[in-house]
């Protein structure tokens, strides 16, 4: 297992696009997070899976926001009527169980929004 | 937004020396975390701290998890080139998600 990989690794759209992030987690791990990370700041938590149900998604920063993780192993995160507020990276992490020795992040996925 | 205060934003030090950096909460936590993030890649994590007052090594990194649970420290001992990056603290409280301070962004000229 090479980790968690993120698909694709940049992403520019124009303006009003949706777009769609992949996160591939390490297989043994249950857990799926999704980060935002703006220039200058840390990651900003936004929502995570437990196998395939979404547990906490209320921080979500607006309804354009959602993510999926049908069978309890990939997931996508996805932006409609993307702004350009929403440039930035956006990370996955994945771990088995809560605690936070055991998050890995993914390198992220970056969004440009022109 | 940030709950967590991570000071300094930045340090320009010179290879050898030693490093500070501390954050602050206003919440309690029941794990600290620190990582270091390279431009282009994820957070990578350093050290886990469990218990108040825990003092942890990791090579020449050394962190403290406060008494109050509120704070933590990371010092980093005869810095070298490579320790150049940004420096995360992180913090896990009762309902178990994370949350991340601003940042130390670390040069370290040789």
């Known amino acids: 297992d090479t980790g968690v990989s993120q698909d694709p690794r940049h992403k520019i759209t124009k303006r009003g696009q949706n777009v769609t992030f992949r996160c591939d987690p390490i297989s043994e791990h249950n857990r799926l997070y999704w980060y935002r990370q703006t220039l200058g700041q840390g990651p900003e938590f936004l929502t995570y899976?437990?196998?395939?149900?979404?547990?906490?998604k209320s921080r979500l920063l607006s309804d354009r926001f959602s993510a999926e993780r049908p069978k309890g192993s990939f997931s996508t995160l996805e932006i409609q009527r993307t702004e350009q507020g929403d440039s930035a990276m956006y990370l996955c992490a994945s771990s088995l169980g809560y605690r936070g020795y055991g998050y890995t992040f993914g390198s992220g996925t970056r969004l440009t929004v022109v | 937004g940030q709950q967590l205060n991570q000071s300094p934003q930045s340090m320009f030090i010179q290879e050898g020396e030693d490093v500070s950096m501390n954050c602050t909460s206003s919440s309690i936590f029941n794990t600290w975390l620190w990582y270091k993030q390279d431009p282009g890649e994820g957070p990578v994590l350093l050290i886990a701290l469990y218990k108040a007052g825990e003092l942890t090594s990791n090579g020449r990194l050394t962190a403290q998890f406060g008494i109050t649970r509120k704070d933590s420290f990371l010092n980093i001992s005869a810095s070298i080139p490579s320790d150049v990056g940004i420096y995360f603290c992180?913090?896990?409280?009762?309902?178990?998600?994370?949350?991340f301070g601003a940042g130390t962004r670390l040069t370290v000229k040789p």
């Open positions: 899976f437990q196998n395939e149900a979404q547990l906490e």
């Open positions: 992180a913090g896990q409280g009762e309902n178990n998600d994370m949350r």
